[in-house]
Each structure stands twice: as C-alpha cells, then as structure tokens.
C-alpha cells in the first residue's frame, strides 16, 4: 500500500510555469507505475502523463506532449510533473496515483491509490 501527498499547485499566468510534487510514503513506491490525471469542474478525470517504474518509459496525452515533463526520484519517493507554457484550459485539480497494471495504464480505474489533489489555476 501507498499514501500519495501532491503539493505544488497554485495560481500561474498563462506561458508559466509550475512543479507539481508527490511525496509518497511507503517502502514499494519504486515497485508502482505512477501517473498523473486532472479533473476541471465539470469534466471528468483525465490522464495526463504516466512513468514505469524505474523512470525510462513515460507516455503523455496528446493535450501536454511537449510541453509537460513527468519524472520521478525513487530514492525520494517523489514522482513529479514540470509544466510549462501552460494554458488557461490546463485549470484543474491535478492528483497523483499509483498502478500495478498494464503498460501504459491511462484510465482511472487502473490506478489503485490516489492522492488529494493539488489545485491548478492559469489565468488569461
């Protein structure tokens, strides 16, 4: 089991940039896929990127290719998202979440722990 804690959210202008952190406690962090999703009022979740497990595959939806960076650091049970130029439309509650499933896991329901999420605002 993990517990997932993101952090790094907050009000940004449009063409900024944000890091967004999951600290994760728990000794088989390094053991999980780890993906980020998001979820605007009014909107269903949506997947954003994903990374294995030792942090040489990693896969993006096409709405943040090249512009999102997804990595993680299994010495410090961190997995984290660096956004750049970032977009009014990328507004949203961006949670982290944990897998044991197929590669590449991007629907919410193959992802077994979430964290709380973290909120995101750019503005115009």
């Known amino acids: 089991q993990v517990q997932l804690v993101e952090s790094g959210g907050g009000l940004v202008q449009a063409g900024g940039s944000l890091r967004l952190s999951c600290a994760a406690s728990g000794r088989t962090f390094s053991s999980y896929v780890m993906g980020w999703f998001r979820q605007a009022p009014g909107k269903e979740r949506e997947f954003v990127a994903v990374?294995?497990?030792?942090?040489?595959?990693?896969y993006y939806a096409d709405s943040v290719k090249g512009r999102f960076t997804i990595s993680r650091d299994n010495t410090k049970n961190t997995l984290y998202l660096q956004m750049n130029s970032l977009k009014p439309e990328d507004t949203a509650i961006y949670y982290c979440a944990a897998s044991g499933s197929r590669w590449p896991p991007s629907l919410p329901g193959e992802y077994a722990y979430w964290g709380q999420g973290t909120q995101v605002t750019v503005s115009s």
């Open positions: 990374i294995n497990w030792s942090g040489g595959r990693t």
